[in-house]
Each structure stands twice: as C-alpha cells, then as structure tokens.
C-alpha cells in the first residue's frame, strides 16, 4: 500500500470578496480547496473570517489561486 502524503501550505494572497454583512474587503482565506462535479472543471472555494463578527464564511476565489490550508 503506498500512501499520498499532500503538503499544504499556509495561504498568503489577499483576495477581493464580499463579506455576509455586504462590505467588499481584501482578506486573506484560512483555506482553499477545490468543488468539481464529476467529469468537469469545478470552481476553487475559500473560507474566510469577517473582521468585523468574526463569523467564517465561503466564497470563491479566483481559478489561479493555490490549493492551500
């Protein structure tokens, strides 16, 4: 049996997102991982934290973003 170890590295980049209270804010995301159906593309997905209530929240973030955590 042969086990994948993958090495995630700490995110870095700030990104442009909307927080739920509706402000458009540069943060920068806890974590980024990938959605993709079966059989096509998929989107990159970021959890990040609201400066303001401190309530985590997803949003996209941009295709050429690093898969990170």
């Known amino acids: 049996m042969y086990s994948t170890v993958i090495a995630m590295v700490a995110c ?3 990104v442009k997102v909307k927080t739920p209270s509706g402000k458009e804010v540069e943060l920068v995301p806890k974590k980024v991982w990938q959605l993709s159906p ?5 989107v ?3 959890l990040f934290q609201d400066p303001e209530t401190g309530k985590y929240f997803r ?3 941009p295709d050429d973003y690093p ?3």
């Open 67 to 69: 898969i990170c955590g």
């Open 12 to 14: 870095t980049q700030a």
């Open 59 to 61: 949003a996209k973030v």
């Open 38 to 42: 079966k059989g096509r593309k998929g």
């Open 44 to 46: 990159k997905v970021g």
